[in-house]
């Protein structure tokens, strides 16, 4: 199903101007596309997935709980809820999340959000940096919004987070323009360090329909273009972190964190995919991946240094998850004996909700 990877290729990233698409995308002048759309009317399914999450993991206040990591909260598990209740409808939910993350996550000095928050202790947020993929979708979720209800000030929060991204967390590397993960603790003298699977397209064309800027289009070129070089391992695969070294642009692996194409990476085909990129390397890497026959189970991830398989089967949302990149692709999900699962984790219900939201949208 190669023809899907340019469905809809246009949606959001026009408001830049043709010239700059050009000058940008590495598509050859088609700019990125799946930008979710504004108003769009939610699935039944996305609408019962996002009822059973909110029953599962928000709390009263508005917090969303993560509860395979001693129930904290992060700004990032913050901005999918945002983006799922608006997705779904959920004007109510919507704004008991967003009251709760203004409240606790503001950072003083920008319109960012602060990463984490730990419950029962005196200082529940003792470290105020950002997580960028929490900024990206907290954002969006303000902008869809404030066109779906509509509200102005949302619609204003929403723009100031996507100014302070790219006041704040865009850098010059080797001639291409990286997303740090954080304003903090990313940076050295000779090399940056990124996440690639905070280069959620569909949401970088949210903000930039709402604040139009070039660097946009240059951030999410020169994404694809690291994706693209991005691959370890002997399938090919994106890492969960990837160092780029200042000098020449050469890729590595931080040895700060493990080597592998884990929790994190798994987004990357994801938003390959949603954006209408089911033919680019980081998704069919993850599909050649997922359907080896060697595999006895589906595997929750693998080190990229050494090829060794994790011990244990992946929960049902990466399954899902990797089952939608399949489809893209024409493929058939493997029909494997898993392991039951008593009951998603909160992750895994992200990445189903995530699925769910990247399928097509009515108008």
Not at 154 to 183: K, M, N
Request: proline share 8%; charged share 20%; net charge positive.
């Amino acid at each position: 199903m190669v023809g899907l990877s340019r469905r809809g290729m246009l949606g959001g990233w026009g408001v830049l101007g043709a010239a700059t698409a050009h000058a940008a995308s590495p598509l050859g002048g088609q700019p990125l596309g799946g930008v979710p759309q504004a108003g769009a009317a939610p699935s039944a399914a996305l609408v019962a997935g996002w009822a059973q999450f909110r029953q599962d993991f928000l709390r009263p206040e508005g917090r969303v709980v993560d509860t395979g990591n001693q129930n904290v909260s992060h700004s990032e598990g913050q901005g999918w809820a945002l983006f799922c209740a608006e997705r779904a409808g959920d004007r109510a939910g919507f704004e008991l999340i967003w009251a709760w993350t203004r409240r606790w996550l503001t950072r003083p000095q920008d319109r960012l959000a602060a990463w984490r928050y730990i419950p029962d202790r005196g200082d529940a947020v003792p470290d105020r940096n950002n997580a960028t993929d929490g900024d990206l979708f907290i954002g969006a979720a303000l902008l869809l919004a404030g066109r779906r209800w509509p509200e102005a000030g949302f619609t204003e929060a929403g723009a100031a987070i996507a100014r302070d991204i790219l006041r704040l967390l865009l850098r010059q590397v080797a001639g291409s323009t990286l997303l740090l993960p954080a304003l903090h603790g990313f940076e050295a003298a000779d090399s940056v360090t990124v996440n690639p699977s905070y280069y959620a397209f569909p949401i970088l064309g949210v903000l930039a329909r709402a604040v139009p800027d070039p660097a946009w289009l240059a951030l999410a070129g020169d994404g694809l273009r690291l994706l693209r070089r991005a691959r370890f391992g002997r399938w090919g695969l994106p890492p969960d972190w990837l160092t780029v070294a200042r000098a020449d642009g050469a890729l590595s692996l931080p040895a700060r964190w493990p080597p592998r194409f884990s929790y994190d990476a798994v987004r990357v085909p994801l938003y390959l995919c949603w954006a209408g990129l089911a033919d680019e390397p980081g998704a069919l890497a993850a599909a050649r991946f997922w359907s080896d026959p060697a595999h006895r189970q589906w595997p929750a991830w693998v080190d990229l240094t050494t090829n060794r398989i994790g011990p244990y089967a992946a929960a049902p949302g990466l399954r899902g998850l990797g089952g939608y990149v399949m489809e893209q692709l024409g493929e058939r999900p493997p029909a494997r004996q898993n392991p039951p699962f008593a009951r998603d984790d909160y992750y895994s219900s992200v990445l189903k909700l995530l699925t769910l939201a990247a399928l097509p949208e009515k108008a």
